[in-house]
């Protein structure tokens, strides 16, 4: 499993780091992408280097977004129909708090169940009036879309996805390695076949 | 209060991307230094520059250290140095997981209370004779001096530190925000006056 991290200017420092850690104490193979490859800040702190831009970033099986400056960068058309050139070669797609409008924005949540930072539910649904978007939960696993609730919820999103894809085993072994036994997997909102129909 | 956190090549990313969130959300003022101003990784995946190298960092209320490639960094005389010449200068140290043994090594624990990674807790015992080592405690806070358990016990160490310096509703308040509210504040050790004697 390979998993680009797109990092906007501005984005929230907790949001990606947790999941990176978790993906990255799976053995999930993580590059970054930005817009152009030229540093970013997270929150005007901590200066980053993307290993891509846009231009030059390869195929990924997990596109992920995170939130902190969200709403602004989901308004730019350049970064929108990257991330829909993207959809064919992207098996997977992966947003924590209002990375949802970013994804969002570029059409990957219609049709399908999500949510987002809790104080957004509401904005994010009437963004978005072919999804149902869920507030009060972890995170929402609907197949080829898995979102997340606020900031340090990617880390359980993040759990739940080594769970699927490596067992809960393999899940339960990383949060014990990073002392996150806070983990309840029940948290989470799975859809199933039949809630689809 | 202003923090540094000290960055090493090979730092554990949630070690500190959580404390930071915290401090940020906090109204903390942070800034990062590494050996030198040149770009590191963490964990080989995320490539971060830091704002200073040891020779231009200036002076911060607490310093900060992160565990993951710890030990071998800890082993470095020039960095050890720098931190004992920052003694003085500095109110508070803070480590999170194996960051212990840079701050141990550089003689800041002895005579305190402290813990580390849940693997390392003998080990750290075994190299600071002088240091009580706690294990199964998620952050210990003996005054000057704050450790905490692994990964991410870092975000919980973090909390107690806002709770103590701008009291527990601002500290509830930055959990809420980040949707962290699996913050138990009795899952740390708090060193009282009393215990000191």
Known sequence: MTICFYLQDGVEVLDFAGPMEVFALAGF??????????PITTQGIL?????????DAPAAD??????????????NPVL?????SRQASTSYFF???????????????DGFTATTYHANVEALQQLLPQ????GKVRFVDDGSVITTAGISAGIDGALHVVSRFKGQETAKK????????RWVPSEGYIVTAEAKK
Chains 1, 2 share one sequence.
């Open 62 to 75: 997990m596109l992920a977004f995170f939130g902190g400056e969200a709403d602004h960068v989901s308004r």
């Open 47 to 55: 200066k980053i280097v993307p290993d891509y831009g846009i231009d």
């Open 80 to 84: 929108i129909d990257w991330i829909k």
């Open 174 to 181: 990383v949060a014990a390695e990073m002392e996150y036994d």
């Open 131 to 134: 999804t149902r978007v869920l």
């Open 95 to 109: 947003s924590v708090c209002t990375g949802a409008f970013i994804v969002g924005r570029a059409g990957i949540l």
């Open 29 to 38: 193979r993580i590059f970054t992408v930005s817009l152009r490859k030229e």
